[in-house]
T-cell receptor, first 112, second 110 residues
Framework: DAKTTQPTSMDCAEGRAANLPCNHSTISGNEYVYWYRQIHSQGPQYIIHGLKNNETNEMASLIITEDRKSSTLILPHATLRDTAVYYCIVRPRGGGADGLTFGKGTHLIIQP | NAGVTQTPKFRVLKTGQSMTLLCAQDMNHEYMYWYRQDPGMGLRLIHYSVGEGTTAKGEVPDGYNVSRLKKQNFLLGLESAAPSQTSVYFC?????????FGSGTQLSVL
């Protein structure tokens, strides 16, 4: 079973910030939070990951609470092309099979 | 640098037929994975490999076999296809936890 809980769907107006929450209350000390998105029927695409500090890259920002039990992915200026299913997973940084279950994610719909 | 390439992209099988899906990666990654995704569902792990010559079962391995004879290739086989195996199949490889996915194979079993 996935170790994370996400809302099924969210709407956001184009040009506004999209804030996608994820609960991971059972996260272990060596597990990172990873975010991916899947546009239409394409393969999932990596967005960002973090351990305990907030992270930012050209695509998004990741805010992780101090107790690490939840996080928020922020798309600062959402566009129509950001409409996708967003997955939050927690797993160790290594390459094994831990944490590789993707739940149903959050279907983010950007409204014009 | 093509990343992760899956072939074929589409396939229609009759019940009982066999086929092999090929996944190739050119990033020299040790870890490779096969997932299936059914409509409205997340991705479920079928089998995975942590290196050349090694494979392991994931969440939903029944009805599938895999082989990793070369580091760059990970094959997924269906020996006797069933309608329940109609799905979209994704291959991925990983480096330091980050997964790189192929574009998927849409398989229909009639």
């Amino acid at each position: 079973d996935a170790k994370t809980t996400q809302p099924t769907s969210m709407d956001c107006a184009e040009g506004r910030a999209a804030n996608l929450p994820c609960n991971h209350s059972t996260i272990s000390g060596n597990e990172y939070v990873y975010w991916y998105r899947q546009i239409h029927s394409q393969g999932p695409q990596y967005i960002i990951h973090g351990l305990k500090n907030n992270e930012t890259n050209e695509m998004a920002s990741l805010i992780i609470t101090e107790d690490r039990k939840s996080s928020t992915l922020i798309l600062p200026h959402a566009t129509l092309r950001d409409t996708a299913v967003y997955y939050c997973i927690v797993r160790p940084r290594g390459g094994g099979a831990d944490g590789l279950t993707f739940g149903k994610g959050t279907h983010l719909i950007i409204q014009p | 640098n093509a990343g992760v390439t899956q072939t074929p992209k589409f396939r229609v099988l009759k019940t009982g037929q066999s086929m092999t899906l090929l996944c190739a990666q050119d990033m020299n990654h040790e870890y490779m994975y096969w997932y299936r995704q059914d409509p409205g569902m997340g991705l479920r792990l079928i089998h995975y490999s942590v290196g050349e010559g090694t494979t392991a079962k994931g969440e939903v391995p029944d009805g599938y076999n895999v082989s990793r004879l070369k580091k760059q290739n990970f094959l997924l086989g269906l020996e006797s296809a069933a309608p329940s195996q109609t799905s979209v199949y994704f291959c991925a490889s990983s480096y330091e936890g980050e997964l790189f996915f192929g574009s998927g194979t849409q398989l229909s079993v009639l």
